[in-house]
């Protein structure tokens, strides 16, 4: 089957406990899920991914991005300071969306800075979970899919 990476960083394992005013109720598990049944239906397989760690989001993405379509990445802080991921992501040129659950622009200065906006297909942000299943639908759309709005 084709094959989707959902992409998540830093404390976004904690979703569901963290900050629910700004980051919703749903967990990480509950937001994979949806996405998996989501992609399904169009014939591709989400391969999913979290870690707080850096180096281990740079891994994953130069092992999987080779073999898969695109890419959903909610990169977490690492949005707003990692090169390594940017490089890593132009490394194997995957078409890809950038997601939050917050609106980053209604938040302090140093969130409105991004290492991936520039090079993404686009961005999503403000929409709780629906800010990943709406990045997805995007990149299945920018894929050739006839999808359903
Ligand atoms: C976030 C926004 C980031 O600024 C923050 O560091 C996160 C989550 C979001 O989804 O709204 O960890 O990416």
Redo the contacts with the bound molecule.
Sequence with gaps: MKRILLVN????NMLGIREPD??GKLTLSGIVEKCTSIAKRYGYEVVDFQSNSEGEIVNFIQIEGLKSSGMVI????Y??TSVAIRDSILAVGIPFVE????N?FS?EPF?HRSYLSDIAIGVI?GFKEN?YYLGLIALLAYLGEEVNI
């Design positions: 960083g830093p404390n976004l700004k980051y909610n990169a977490g802080a949005t707003h997601v939050h659950l917050s980053v938040r969130r942000s800010s």
